[in-house]
């Protein structure tokens, strides 16, 4: 008989036991959508991660310095301890250099677009009149611009000449505006501002403003009036006023689209770096964290999590699958007669058989389309709740979908193999 037919008379006999039908697809409908609902949890969190770091700059690279392990000591006994109380503090000589940086921008060209630098100058509090904002004031280069995401929303960014003259110029935020200038951006460029840090004041011109994103979380312990938000100077005039070392403790690489491995480039630098300039450094050498590692890191404990308890969920798969088999089973005695009659009439074992495991296979995909849906309409509502968008498992829809047929096929085989073997002497005698 013809697969198509056997899929007819197949859902013709589930129609006529809706019920018992129904009962017997729960255990696969609760297994596939336990399963799909974990998955599509996972792919909108795995999917939301990625996005959120590559807004903070998937290819970028951040380079800094780093304490070297701690040295052994080898002991006649060859045993071997940690020279403990030695304090290491960071010194001048141990810092990069802007020699070190123009190097690396000639020796990689190609790989690197421009080089991120900041400073923490402290927190403090702007002052215009009788008006303050809270702000915390870090020195940047132009190269910041690259490597944050950072929407302007009136005046412009700082530049190659602000930092080369050592310019009194700030960068503030629109919140900043709002607590001085009533929310005027326009009105607020070219203003004069003092910027108290440390009980120190300085005067710096207002030349452009950005748009304050708040933290992911959403929460903060201070008012809308009392937020701090990051003001920006050139770096040079952060070091020439607080008369901070030279030299930098870390920096970011922004890398070309064009490479092929971030964390690959990431230790080439490291290694050159070390090799270069801090071979004989006996305090500190060059470490490297990229963003694509993070991402990597992360999705990777997100779905190592999510297997598992999928995993733990899909036990229910193999409860539902005996079901089929005992409902099969229950089938093919209530239908003995119809097997005989069939098999009177010149029907061949292989033909009984694939018409029982068609019809197990049937039960047992529309139970996985059933779950499916219903996992995803779960999984939806739950990363809604998260504040996520949902996001399709495509392979965890697909997988399920052969899974809910390999089901059918393994659970069914044995009762389909009984039903081709009944004697049809003995089936149509049977009362």
């Given at each position: 008989m013809l697969i198509w037919e056997n899929m007819k008379l197949a859902l013709t006999a589930l129609r006529s036991n809706?019920?018992?039908?129904?009962?017997?697809?729960?255990?696969?409908?609760?297994?596939?959508?336990?399963?799909?609902?974990?998955?599509?949890?996972?792919?909108?969190?795995?999917?939301?991660?990625?996005?959120?770091?590559?807004?903070?700059?998937?290819?970028?690279?951040?380079?800094?310095?780093?304490?070297?392990?701690?040295?052994?000591?080898?002991?006649?006994?060859?045993?071997?301890?940690?020279?403990?109380?030695?304090?290491?503090?960071?010194?001048?000589?141990?810092?990069?250099?802007?020699?070190?940086?123009?190097?690396?921008?000639?020796?990689?060209?190609?790989?690197?677009?421009?080089?991120?630098?900041?400073?923490?100058?402290?927190?403090?509090?702007?002052?215009?009149?009788?008006?303050?904002?809270?702000?915390?004031?870090?020195?940047?280069n132009k190269g910041y611009f690259d490597a944050n995401d950072m929407t302007l929303l009136a005046g412009r960014y700082l530049t190659e000449a602000d930092m080369e003259g050592d310019k009194h110029v700030i960068l503030v935020s629109d919140k900043v505006v709002e607590n001085l200038f009533g929310g005027d951006n326009q009105a607020a460029l070219s203003k004069k501002v003092s910027v108290n840090i440390n009980s120190v004041y300085y005067t710096f011109y207002i030349v452009g403003v950005y748009e304050y994103a708040e933290d992911t979380d959403g929460f903060s312990a201070d008012s809308e009036e009392d937020v701090t938000t990051g003001a920006y100077i050139p770096i040079t005039l952060e070091k020439e006023l607080l008369h901070t070392d030279a030299g930098y403790e870390r920096f970011t690489l922004v890398t070309g689209?064009?490479?092929?491995?971030?964390?690959?480039?990431?230790?080439?630098?490291?290694?050159?770096?070390?090799?270069?300039?801090?071979?004989?450094?006996?305090?500190?050498?060059?470490?490297?964290?990229?963003?694509?590692?993070?991402?990597?890191?992360?999705?990777?404990?997100?779905?190592?999590?999510?297997?598992?308890?999928?995993?733990?969920?899909?036990?229910?798969?193999?409860?539902?699958?005996?079901?089929?088999?005992?409902?099969?089973?229950?089938?093919?005695?209530?239908?003995?007669?119809?097997?005989?009659?069939?098999?009177?009439?010149?029907?061949?074992?292989?033909?009984?058989?694939?018409?029982?495991?068609?019809?197990?296979?049937?039960?047992?995909?529309?139970?996985?389309?059933?779950?499916?849906?219903?996992?995803?309409?779960?999984?939806?509502?739950?990363v809604s709740i998260l504040g996520y968008s949902a996001v399709a498992p495509l392979a965890a829809i697909l997988g399920s979908t052969a899974f809910s047929i390999a089901i059918g096929v393994f659970f069914g085989f044995y009762p389909a193999n009984k039903a081709a073997r009944l004697n049809p002497v003995d089936a149509l005698r049977y009362e």
């Open positions: 809706k019920m018992r039908s129904l009962l017997t697809m729960l255990g696969i409908i609760i297994g596939i959508g336990s399963v799909i609902a974990i998955m599509t949890v996972s792919s909108s969190l795995t999917s939301s991660i990625t996005d959120t770091f590559a807004q903070m700059g998937a290819n970028n690279i951040t380079v800094g310095l780093k304490k070297q392990s701690e040295e052994e000591e080898t002991r006649n006994n060859g045993m071997r301890f940690g020279i403990s109380g030695r304090q290491i503090s960071l010194e001048e000589k141990d810092r990069i250099t802007d020699e070190m940086l123009e190097e690396i921008k000639t020796k990689y060209s190609t790989e690197v677009d421009s080089i991120s630098l900041e400073e923490s100058a402290g927190n403090g509090t702007v002052i215009s009149g009788e008006d303050t904002a809270n702000i915390s004031l870090t020195g940047i689209s064009s490479l092929e491995s971030v964390s690959d480039f990431a230790d080439e630098i490291k290694d050159y770096m070390n090799r270069k300039y801090y071979a004989r450094n006996e305090d500190y050498e060059i470490s490297t964290m990229t963003m694509s590692t993070m991402t990597n890191s992360m999705n990777e404990m997100i779905q190592t999590v999510s297997i598992a308890i999928a995993f733990i969920a899909g036990i229910s798969l193999l409860v539902g699958g005996i079901g089929v088999m005992n409902i099969m089973l229950v089938s093919i005695t209530e239908r003995t007669k119809e097997i005989g009659t069939r098999k009177a009439l010149g029907a061949k074992n292989s033909s009984i058989r694939l018409q029982f495991i068609i019809e197990a296979v049937m039960l047992c995909l529309l139970g996985g389309l059933l779950g499916i849906i219903l996992g995803f309409v779960l999984g939806a509502v739950a």
